[in-house]
């Protein structure tokens, strides 16, 4: 069975950085499309960053464009995102997201992913 588990979400102080990991059991990891979504009670799943399956395409929320980076490790099978810089809006569970060959230009649709795991808290104090 695919199982994705994501790690590394904490309490944080406005200005500090997070590095989220997102291991997964994938057959044949590299290719999957990953991205990292989040979400806040009551609202939307929304796009934060995508990278494409080859590694070599991401894709970034404007919020968080120039603070976050998405990464892959395709010999750990996981995914990466360094969050520095971090908001209080930026507080959130945070989800991992496959996509089995899903192409560059649709990476910031949550509903054309196959695979998610269950969330990380991400909380920002000001």
């Known amino acids: 069975q695919e199982q994705l588990v994501e790690s590394g979400g904490g309490l944080v102080q406005a200005g500090d950085s997070l590095r989220l990991s997102c291991a997964t059991s994938?057959?044949?990891?590299?290719?999957?499309?990953m991205g990292w979504f989040r979400q806040v009670p009551g609202e939307e799943r929304n796009f934060v960053a995508g990278?494409?399956?080859?590694?070599?395409?991401?894709h970034y929320a404007d919020s968080v464009k120039g603070r976050f980076t998405i990464s892959r490790d395709d010999a750990e099978n996981t995914v990466y995102l360094q969050m520095n810089n971090l908001k209080p809006e930026d507080t959130a569970v945070y989800y991992c997201a496959a996509g089995l060959r899903l192409i560059n230009t649709r990476l910031h649709m949550a509903r054309l992913y196959d695979y998610w795991g269950q969330g990380t808290q991400v909380t920002v104090s000001a």
């Open positions: 990278i494409s399956w080859s590694g070599d395409i991401t």
């Open positions: 994938l057959d044949s990891f590299s290719t999957y499309a």
